[in-house]
């Protein structure tokens, strides 16, 4: 594909065209063989591993949660390369994870996690494990379960509905204390950086890219980055080239990282001082107006 100059602007992490086809919402912007519409599908795993290319080696780019939707533009190999509807991420992921009946979605997921078990009894043995923000599409209430349209049944305490959010992000952050680093992940099994940020805003009620570099860009209003790092408040966002941290406070930073290797709090200095010796800065300190002026997920 000839590249040009409009194309070169795009980001193919959130716009989905290669060299040999095209969404056709991108018609005109991009240069491509083929054009194709899409179609809606939602997974129906856990958690599905979005790479970048159709390899099961391939690194991990993001994940997908259970019950999220994908506009899927090519099926080839066992592999569906599609652009995530949460946040706009675009990628491959296996296609027998895809359900071609996409339900809406009513409740999610509050808890850091939760079993969907085969029967409304917590002694069954469970079909799959459910990170919190996973999306579900409730059909009825049974005792103390719900039982979702797709099949399967959750407890009641660990769900929320859809237009429900928590009062504090960062109160999100810090449950997830003590969870492994995953690069690329977003559940309490596994996590990274800007997976936290994300998740945790998401649980908020606040839509967030998913890369540093996109939430730096798109999130909150610049703070003043002092010498002796004050004047900070809880919810700032610190971020690094590559990385990002969620203060707790004015001087305590939660952030996953591969330093402790999982979700950890520590001083923003020491992290600041640690970082440093590899040449890093700190690029930017962003401020999240209140959230009553911050556009909610639908």
């Not at 056709?24 to 979005?50: H, N, S, T």
């Not at 928590?166 to 997976?195: H, K, N, Q």
């Not at 690094?240 to 305590?252: L, S």
Request: aromatic share 8%; charged share 20%.
């Amino acid at each position: 594909m000839k590249t040009d100059v409009q194309t070169a602007r795009l980001d193919p992490r959130v716009n989905p065209y290669r060299e040999d086809l095209a969404a056709d919402f991108l018609r005109g912007k991009v240069e491509a063989p083929r054009f194709v519409a899409g179609v809606k599908k939602q997974v129906i795993r856990a958690a599905v591993a979005l790479r970048r290319k159709p390899v099961s080696t391939a690194g991990l780019e993001t994940e997908a949660l259970f019950g999220e939707v994908i506009t899927v533009y090519e099926e080839a190999n066992g592999w569906a390369w599609g652009q995530l509807d949460r946040d706009g991420y675009v990628g491959y992921v296996p296609a027998n994870a895809l359900a071609a009946e996409v339900r809406q979605p009513t409740h999610k997921v509050a808890a850091l996690g939760t079993f969907l078990y085969p029967a409304p009894d917590i002694k069954t043995t469970p079909m799959m494990h459910l990170s919190i923000t996973s999306m579900l599409s409730v059909a009825e209430r049974v005792d103390g379960f719900y039982r979702l349209a797709g099949g399967g049944f959750v407890v009641v305490r660990h769900v929320t509905e859809l237009n429900r959010y928590a009062r504090d992000f960062v109160e999100i952050a810090e449950r997830l204390i003590g969870t492994p680093y995953l690069w690329g992940g977003r559940t309490r099994v596994g996590i990274d950086c800007s997976g936290l940020v994300q998740v945790s805003l998401e649980a908020a009620g606040i839509r967030a890219p998913r890369d540093t570099d996109m939430q730096q860009a798109q999130l909150g209003v610049p703070v003043p980055i002092t010498p002796d790092l004050e004047g900070l408040q809880r919810g700032d966002l610190v971020f690094w080239p590559g990385h990002v941290g969620i203060m707790c406070d004015a001087y305590m930073m939660v952030h996953a990282n591969a330093y402790h290797m999982a979700v950890a709090v520590e001083p923003l200095a020491d992290a600041a001082r640690r970082i440093a010796k590899n040449g890093t800065q700190i690029s930017a300190i962003k401020r999240l107006p209140a959230l009553s002026a911050i556009a909610r997920t639908s």
